[in-house]
């Protein structure tokens, strides 16, 4: 596994990986909205001597997926129908995979699946996944004169891109808590977007722009440094979702093809090998961590701050869930993100939830 070195040094600038990190979020958004189709539903399930299918899967080669899928990665649980064999992606070959089909199921999120949907790009999801509970936030140069969100009217803000759900987060935060015109034409705010973090950081401590929307890592550069050149403004996912009375804004879903042709049967056994790997970390929590960091060379307190600001939603899609996606479609909608949805249950596969 590769190296990470991360959060090791107090006050230390955004480490090399987190320049590679930050296309994530860019790279996952071209991959996941684009129209090129490939003519197959994902790679046929193999199937083993035993009976059991395997199904391939997708996500970031990043250490919070190895982390959190850590169990189903190293086949800890095990489902009698299904296996899941997770790769990990570089975000270089994201897009690629994601066009021709090449897995059976690719972590995303629901503002991809609804973008891609309108562009005839058709997906479904099979389970919810992460659920950002505070991970997300603006953060302003110590010492700045921005005392509140509100105070960013007329500023510019710095993003890696617009078009995420951090993106969505903050910018519906501002619009519905601070009554700001969030729009990224003639709005109150001048959105700057930028890819890479350290650009952004050197751009905030020139001065030439007042804020940054983070998440994750970048976030965490923030929050678990406070003798750091930053400091936090609002915790962007927390507002929103006390704002939206929601338990946390779905950051990523499993998602799989609609012509992949699943059956129902191997839906209900796949959610339970998600809900199975979620029940076992919690479990093990301490133990994976450790592990974790060990392996990939990361701060361990950092892998702990990302689960306690993210839930695990693995498994069948609970009314709660349900609800999220409606509220969570909602703000999208109503920030011209996506056309506005009647029918939220259209977006995940079969068979009904309550399984």
């Known amino acids: 596994m590769g190296k990470t070195n991360l959060g090791r040094r107090k006050g230390s600038s955004p480490t090399a990986w987190l320049r590679v990190c930050a296309l994530a979020g860019l790279l996952a958004l071209i991959a996941l909205i684009a129209t090129a189709c490939g003519d197959s539903g994902g790679e046929a399930p193999k199937a083993e001597k035993s009976g059991v299918k395997v199904y391939t899967a997708s996500t970031a ?23 899941i064999d997770l790769k990990l992606l570089p975000f270089a070959t994201a897009a690629e995979a994601y066009q021709k089909k090449q897995y059976n199921l690719v972590e995303a999120n629901f503002l991809n699946v609804a973008q891609g949907a309108e562009q005839g790009f058709n997906t479904e999801i099979v389970s919810f996944g992460l659920q950002d ?12 004169d921005i005392k509140s969100p509100a ?15 951090f993106g969505l987060t903050a910018r519906s935060v501002l619009a519905k808590k601070y009554g700001l015109n969030t729009s990224p034409e003639k709005g109150d705010i ?27 890592i970048a976030t965490w550069q923030t929050v678990g440094n406070p003798d750091g050149p930053t400091t936090l ?58 592990k974790v ?10 892998l702990k701050w990302f689960l306690d600001n993210v839930s695990m939603g693995t498994g069948p899609i609970t009314p709660a869930q349900q609800e999220a996606l409606k509220v969570d479609l909602g703000a999208a909608a109503d920030l011209g993100m996506i056309k506005p949805v009647s029918d939220p249950g259209a977006f995940y596969a079969a068979p009904a939830d309550g399984q």
Not at 64 to 80: A, E, G, S
Not at 249 to 276: C, G, H, M, Q
Request: aromatic share 8%.
């Open 61 to 83: 080669d990043d250490p919070n997926r190895y982390l959190v899928y850590y169990p189903i990665i190293h086949h800890l649980v095990k489902n009698p129908n299904v296996q």
């Open 133 to 144: 509970k505070g991970s997300a936030a603006i953060v302003v140069k110590k010492g700045s």
């Open 151 to 165: 105070d960013l009217k007329g500023k510019k803000v710095g993003i890696q891109v617009l078009q995420t759900i």
């Open 190 to 216: 001048k959105w700057v977007e930028i890819p890479e973090i350290p650009t952004l950081y050197r751009l905030l401590d020139k001065g030439d722009i007042a804020a940054i929307v983070t998440a994750q």
């Open 233 to 290: 403004l609002t915790n962007a996912a927390k507002e929103f979702n006390a704002t939206n009375k929601t338990q946390g804004i779905l950051s990523t879903s499993w998602v799989t093809y609609k012509d992949a042709n699943i059956p129902e049967k191997d839906i209900t056994a796949l959610r339970a090998l998600f809900k199975a790997n979620t029940d076992y970390l919690y479990a093990h929590e301490d133990e994976l961590v450790a």
């Open 293 to 302: 960091a060990k392996e990939r060379d990361v701060d361990p307190a950092y």
